[in-house]
C-alpha cells in the first residue's frame, strides 16, 4: 500500500519529471553551441577565402582576419547565451522542441551557405563529394526543422483560433 519504499519511488518519479525538461534542455543548449562554434569555423574560412579571392595584401588580411574572428567570437557568445534563456524560457511554455527546431534550422542552413560560398568563389572543382554530403544534409535538416518549428506554430495557433466561437482574431 503507502509503504516507505513506494512513497521513495513516487518521490523519485516526481523528481525525474521535474528535472528531465531540463537535462534536456542543457543538451539541446550543447549542440546549439556546438553548431554555433562550427558556424564560427566555416564563418572564418569564408572570410579567408574572400580575402584571398581579393588579393587582399597578407598584412591587411591578417588583421582583418584576427578583428573578424573576435567579432564573430563574441556572436558566438551571444548566441549560446540568449539560446540558453530562450530553452529555458520555452520549457514552462511547453515549446522547447520547437525553439530548438527554429534556432538549429536557421544554424543549419547558415551552416550550407558558409560551406557552399567558398566553393562557388574559388571553383567547385575542390568540392569533395563529402562536401556535396554535409551540405545536402544541413540543407534538408535545415529546411525540415524550419517546416516542423513553423507548422507546430500555425497548428498551436489554428487550435486556438477554432476553440473560440464565432470571434474575430
Same mark, same amino acid.
Given at each position: 500500500?503507502?509503504?516507505?519504499?513506494?512513497?521513495?519511488?513516487?518521490?523519485?518519479?516526481?523528481?525525474?519529471?521535474? =528535472?528531465?525538461?531540463?537535462?534536456?534542455?542543457?543538451?539541446?543548449?550543447?549542440?546549439?553551441?556546438?553548431?554555433?562554434? +562550427?558556424? #564560427?569555423?566555416?564563418?572564418?574560412?569564408?572570410?579567408?577565402? =574572400?580575402?584571398?579571392?581579393?588579393?587582399?595584401?597578407?598584412?591587411?588580411?591578417?588583421?582583418?582576419?584576427?578583428?573578424?574572428?573576435?567579432?564573430?567570437?563574441?556572436?558566438? #557568445? %551571444?548566441? *549560446?547565451?540568449?539560446?540558453?534563456?530562450?530553452?529555458?524560457?520555452?520549457?514552462?511554455?511547453?515549446?522547447?522542441?520547437?525553439?530548438?527546431?527554429? %534556432?538549429?534550422?536557421?544554424?543549419?542552413?547558415? $551552416?550550407?551557405?558558409?560551406?557552399?560560398?567558398?566553393?562557388?568563389? *574559388?571553383?567547385?572543382?575542390?568540392?569533395?563529394?563529402?562536401?556535396? +554530403?554535409?551540405?545536402?544534409?544541413? $540543407?534538408?535538416?535545415?529546411?525540415? #526543422?524550419?517546416?516542423?518549428?513553423?507548422?507546430?506554430?500555425?497548428?498551436?495557433?489554428?487550435?486556438? =483560433?477554432?476553440?473560440?466561437?464565432?470571434? =474575430? %482574431?
Amino acid at each position: 500500500m503507502n509503504s516507505p519504499k513506494s512513497k521513495s519511488v513516487t518521490t523519485l518519479v516526481k523528481l525525474t519529471k521535474r =528535472i528531465m525538461p531540463y537535462l534536456l534542455c542543457y543538451l539541446l543548449w550543447a549542440i546549439t553551441a556546438a553548431l554555433a562554434f +562550427l558556424n #564560427l569555423l566555416l564563418v572564418r574560412r569564408l572570410f579567408l577565402v =574572400i580575402l584571398s579571392a581579393f588579393s587582399v595584401s597578407s598584412w591587411s588580411a591578417a588583421a582583418i582576419d584576427k578583428v573578424s574572428f573576435m567579432l564573430f567570437a563574441v556572436l558566438w #557568445l %551571444v548566441l *549560446v547565451v540568449f539560446s540558453d534563456y530562450y530553452y529555458l524560457h520555452s520549457i514552462s511554455k511547453n515549446r522547447l522542441w520547437k525553439s530548438f527546431s527554429l %534556432v538549429t534550422g536557421i544554424q543549419l542552413l547558415f $551552416l550550407f551557405v558558409a560551406r557552399l560560398t567558398p566553393s562557388l568563389i *574559388v571553383g567547385v572543382r575542390q568540392f569533395t563529394w563529402v562536401n556535396y +554530403l554535409l551540405s545536402v544534409g544541413e $540543407l534538408g535538416g535545415g529546411i525540415v #526543422l524550419l517546416v516542423i518549428a513553423f507548422h507546430s506554430s500555425s497548428h498551436r495557433s489554428a487550435i486556438r =483560433i477554432s476553440g473560440r466561437r464565432n470571434k =474575430i %482574431v
